[in-house]
């Protein structure tokens, strides 16, 4: 599969009125580099593995290759090979009134009381809504990224 252009900005989210009533989708994921210039992770999003190289974020945009690996292949990589601690959160999808999809991440573990949303978008000057629980945007602090949260969780943070 050939690589694609993400654009996707992030935010904090700032309350729970987003809350939809199912359960979410599980997601564990690991990184084998955090290089500034690339990430390579692996991810168990419920049941299906990922496989995935992101190149080096320049404001939004991100080139990026992500292709589906057998499950026990990316729990024995996640298990075996990736930096600690792993990332563990729960997506769930909130299709805003304008049509566009959020993706609402609750992150568990070492990086729990982190909730943050991300929209993708087809260019960074795309117009979205903005609903009431958006919050602050932190697309371009590095520290937001699930790459530095395995290296710097957010519980760490006030120390």
Known sequence: MPAKMEIEKKFLVVSDSWKPGDGGTPYRQGYLSTDKERTVRVRLEGQTGKFTIKGKKVGASALEYDHEIPTDEAAEILDKFCIRPIVEKTRYKVVAKDGHVWDIDVFH???????????????????????????SEVTTDSRYSNARLSEEPFSTWGK
Do not use: M
């Open 109 to 135: 573990g070492a990086n729990n009381g982190l909730v943050v949303a991300e929209i993708e978008l087809s260019s960074e000057r795309e117009a979205f809504e903005r609903p009431e629980w958006l919050g």
